[in-house]
């Protein structure tokens, strides 16, 4: 079954010195477009976190935002290279404006960056690591199960609109099998009118109508028609990534629709087009959330 690129996973994890939660916020997109909130400790998986989802996700605006909580007393270290920097900067200022104060711990405690946390390999940023992927595999399966009940809710309304497209079809269908006596009362006429004698020549008006209803010959439109209708219908049931085949699929509806309508001029035909195209329409907008 199809599923919607709409929906939100949570997922979390604990450890011995650690909490970590992971929530998972997704919307429609033409392309996998991932953002991420990281903290400090957990920065660098960025890149290998990402491939994780792109291995369960194919579509959409992706949100991640990952929450650690240390419970235990975290390690930090001075960033030498940054206070030695402020410091000289400080001193070169004072001497040079003759001004007057101290430079004071608290004063490079507010330096930002000026402490960091201790950046050491060891068994908690391990366990941390391992915990930050398991959070995220339950936030993508809770997702994942998200989206696909509602991609079964927009099956439904796809396949609603199917529904009303199809209905349409036999109505063009009936109306095309009067064309031809349509076309010849109308030439009849317009040949009476011109001759004024109401005798024509009833062979050539059999080979004008032939031509007409070659002309406006919408049956393989039809059958076109109906065989996307069929192929949507069993796209609709994939579990595979569908959203750019429905895409296609609506495209060429529409385009079979634009055929009909310029195609005959008769008017239960033409609105019998319409409400085609206009349900088309309709589906392309909701076909947008598919993943």
């Known amino acids: 079954m199809i599923k919607s690129m709409t929906g939100f996973g949570q997922g979390s994890a604990t450890g011995d010195n650690f909490k970590v939660r992971v929530?998972?916020?997704?919307?429609?997109?033409r392309f996998l477009d991932i953002h991420t909130r990281l903290p400090q400790?957990?920065?660098s998986l960025e890149i290998s976190l990402k491939k994780q989802i792109q291995a369960k996700l194919k579509r959409g605006r992706i949100e991640m935002t990952i929450a650690v909580e240390q419970t235990r007393q975290a390690n930090f270290e001075i960033n030498r290279p940054l206070v030695a920097g402020y410091l000289a900067a400080l001193s070169q200022a004072k001497t040079e404006f003759n001004l007057q104060g101290d430079t004071t711990l608290e004063l490079i405690a507010k330096l930002p960056g000026a402490l960091q946390v201790s950046q050491n390999t060891s068994n908690l940023d391990e366990a941390l690591i391992e915990g930050v992927s398991q959070a995220l595999a339950q936030a993508l399966n809770s997702l994942t199960d998200m989206r696909a009940v509602e991609g079964q809710e927009l099956a439904r309304e796809l396949n609603?609109?199917?529904?009303?497209?199809?209905?349409q079809i036999p109505i063009i269908e009936e109306e095309a099998k009067l064309l031809p006596a349509m076309y010849r009362d109308r030439l009849m006429k317009r040949l009476q009118?011109?001759?004024?004698?109401?005798?024509v020549d009833e062979a050539r008006v059999a080979q004008e109508v032939v031509t007409l209803a070659d002309r406006s010959d919408i049956s393989e439109e039809l059958t076109r028609l109906k065989s996307h209708v069929s192929q949507m219908r069993d796209t609709l049931t994939s579990d595979d990534e569908v959203g750019k085949r429905l895409d296609f699929l609506l495209q060429e509806m529409n385009r079979e629709a634009n055929t009909i309508l310029s195609k005959s001029n008769d008017l239960a035909i033409s609105d019998a087009a319409i409400v085609i195209k206009t349900e088309v329409e309709?589906?392309?907008?909701?076909a947008q959330n598919v993943e």
């Open 193 to 199: 009118d011109v001759l004024k004698t109401g005798q």
């Open 282 to 286: 309709k589906l392309r907008e909701q």
């Open 23 to 29: 929530d998972l916020r997704t919307v429609n997109n």
């Open 160 to 167: 609603s609109r199917l529904d009303k497209i199809e209905s």
């Open 41 to 43: 400790e957990v920065s």
